[in-house]
């Protein structure tokens, strides 16, 4: 017997295809049912996507990898601004920029495959938001960068010993989600059920701790910053508290990631 994981397709009146998403990250497997009964276990020798494009859930994975590694680049670019390097600043940008793009690239090919008549074992548009929310930590992240070239950000005095562990802690929520998104094969081998959607929740529950972690540092920060406002231009003082608050955005969106993730298991 199929399992509700299975989904068909019928192509005629004498055939009918069954298909799991067996192993997202290799090929796929294709089950040719004919009508005496008799089943036959075929594996292609290229991927399903010759009939339903790249698989989508390893393409969502590749995308965490990527809005990380804009992430990634944060501690360094604010290690540069605190040395005042300006030329160093402007490289971190570079690079962040490169990932972006590249992250662009994936979501938009995400989208292209994922069209309304493809059989997901989760809905469509919870697949959509959680890539929107990973695609936000590399906006944010090229948003902080661009921020940084475009005007001369001075590190006020009172924040400076507490910028690089905001900016650290907000980075580990962002780790964590993106392992998180690295047992999307396992979740879909077990139809986002079971043990395994039980130890995924566990690894969630972690995130959101984490995450609030990231909270507490943005309010002592911002606290701090409130403090040095008299002494400080106040131009200044408004592009502070926002690169303070997107700093902050990479960890929620990272959090969004993963109570994504949960509203689809729980929809099992």
Not at 22 to 40: A, G, K, Y
Not at 77 to 101: G, W
Not at 228 to 257: C, K
Request: charged letters at 30%.
């Amino acid at each position: 017997m199929l399992t509700p994981a299975y989904h068909g397709l019928i192509t005629g009146p004498n055939e009918k295809f069954t298909w799991k998403p067996f192993l997202p990250e290799r090929d796929w497997v294709v089950l040719h049912v004919r009508q005496n009964n008799s089943t036959e276990a075929m594996k292609t020798t290229n991927p399903l996507s010759r009939l339903f494009g790249p698989n989508p859930f390893s393409l969502l994975k590749r995308h965490m990898r990527v809005a990380l590694s804009c992430a990634e680049h944060l501690p360094p670019l604010f290690e540069a601004l605190l040395e005042d390097n300006q030329a160093e600043v402007e490289i971190q940008r570079d690079l962040i920029c490169t990932l972006e793009h590249e992250a662009d690239a994936i979501h938009k090919e995400v989208r292209k495959n994922l069209p309304r008549t493809f059989f997901l074992p989760v809905d469509r548009r919870d697949l959509l938001d959680l890539l929107e929310m990973q695609d936000k930590i590399a906006d944010v992240s090229q948003d902080i960068a661009g921020l940084l070239v475009e005007r001369k950000m001075n590190v006020p005095d009172g924040i400076r010993d507490e910028i690089m562990p905001f900016v650290n802690e907000c980075l580990k929520v962002c780790t964590h989600a993106a392992s998180i998104m690295e047992e999307l094969d396992e979740l879909l081998e077990t139809g986002f059920s079971g043990p395994e959607a039980e130890s995924v929740s566990k690894m969630i529950d972690t995130l959101n701790e984490m995450e609030a972690v990231s909270d507490k540092k943005e309010m002592s920060i911002g606290k701090a910053l409130f403090k040095y406002e008299d002494q400080m231009n106040p131009v200044s003082v408004i592009f502070w508290h926002r690169l303070i608050e997107w700093i902050g955005d990479t960890a929620d969106y990272a959090e969004a990631v993963g109570n994504r993730l949960r509203l689809m298991i729980s929809s099992k």
